[in-house]
Each structure stands twice: as C-alpha cells, then as structure tokens.
C-alpha cells in the first residue's frame, strides 16, 4: 500500500485507513500464499536480483523474496505499516511514498502488487516514470489492479480500477515500459474469490 498524492500530509483518506487498520490489514494479508503471482515476475529475473517492494503493506511479499535469496528493498507511506512489515521481515522497511522515490537504476525488479491501485489516474504516469527511472536497463516490474473502470473512494481508500484497455492506454504514454503480458486472475485470500485482479508485467526499454 502506496501512494502518490493520496499521501501527501497526515490527512490523506488511504493513509488515514492503513494507519488506522494497520494490524487488522497485516493479519488479514500476511499469511496468503502469493505464489501463482510470483512465479511469472521471479523468472524473468536472475538470481540473487534486487527487488524494490513499492508499497510493500505487511512486508508477506518481501520475506518470500528474501526467503527465495533475493535482495529487498520494501517501502510503504504508511508508519504503522513500515513499523508492522519490518518486525515481520526482521530489517528496515523504508518509510516512503510514490512521489518520494529517487533511486537510480538500482533495481532488477519491482513489485507493486496492489499499491499503484490507490495511486490518482492523473498522477499515475508521473509514478511510473519515477519507477522506471529505480528499475535497471532490462529490468522487470510488476503491477496489479482491481479489474474494473473508474476512480473512486471505497471503504475510506482511493481506487483506480483498470480494464486490459484503459490500463494498456495508459501504459502508451510510458514509452520507456515494453509490456511483457497482461492477465486476469482471482483474489487469492480466504472469501475474496468473486474478486477479480489484472495483472502486468513491464520491462524497461
């Protein structure tokens, strides 16, 4: 869970919700079995590559890359979810929005599984970029969004949904991405399964 301008000052709608959810979120999300969604990102990359978990919530991601021997990086807007991810992954989780990155080509991956959702569509192109200046030559991210259209608050957060379409028309005005593939899948928490997810992976140009 990260954000661009829903972050800016302490009294952003997104992040007044994960403060004020933080631990409900971690326990609700901490144990899911993520690996039909790892699987596709980790083979394009090479061994021991550093991934840069950009909104990494309760940090589940970022252990089951540093379990798999990679390097990582995690960083949410969140205090009360940097504080929960970092006891969980046993390192410092960077305390960090969107439109706070300054990384130089330093990574081979990105993850941004569920948190450029809750980026405004306005801003996304401006995230983007700023993700694909951290990412290496020939690196690789991947991205996820509620399957839908349109822009809305829901439950105290900011959404932008995405169809294959509206999410391939923004991706036109980020020349530096080449999309590698977009698909469809199921939430895959306990309950969630009428949930469906459109998932993408990029690689810089």
């Known amino acids: 869970m990260s954000s661009d301008q829903s972050f800016r000052g302490p009294h952003g709608p997104t992040l007044a919700y994960y403060e004020a959810n933080a631990q409900r979120f971690f326990q609700e999300t901490r144990s899911v079995d993520m690996s ?8 394009l990359l090479p061994s021991g590559a550093r991934i840069l978990d950009a909104g990494c919530g309760s940090g589940r991601d970022s252990l089951a890359f540093l379990e798999r021997g990679y390097e990582v990086a995690a960083m949410d807007a969140s205090p009360s979810m940097v504080e929960l991810a970092s006891r969980l992954i046993g390192r410092p989780v960077l305390h960090m929005s969107f439109d706070q990155i300054c990384f130089q080509e330093r990574f081979d991956g990105v993850w941004a599984c569920a948190s450029l959702l809750h980026v405004p569509k306005r801003n996304l192109p401006a995230v983007l970029a700023r993700l694909g200046v951290a990412l290496k030559a020939g690196g690789v991210m991947y991205a996820s969004f509620k399957y839908g259209e349109g822009e809305a608050v829901r439950d105290g957060r900011l959404f932008n949904d995405c169809y294959e379409e509206s999410l391939r028309n923004l991706l036109r005005s980020r020349t530096e991405f080449g999309i590698l593939e977009v698909w469809r899948s199921t939430d895959l928490r306990p309950g969630r ?10 690689r810089k140009c």
Do not use: H, S
Not at 193 to 202: P, S
């Open 36 to 43: 039909p969604l790892y699987e596709p990102f980790l083979a």
């Open 193 to 202: 399964g009428d949930i469906t997810w459109l998932n993408v992976l990029l």
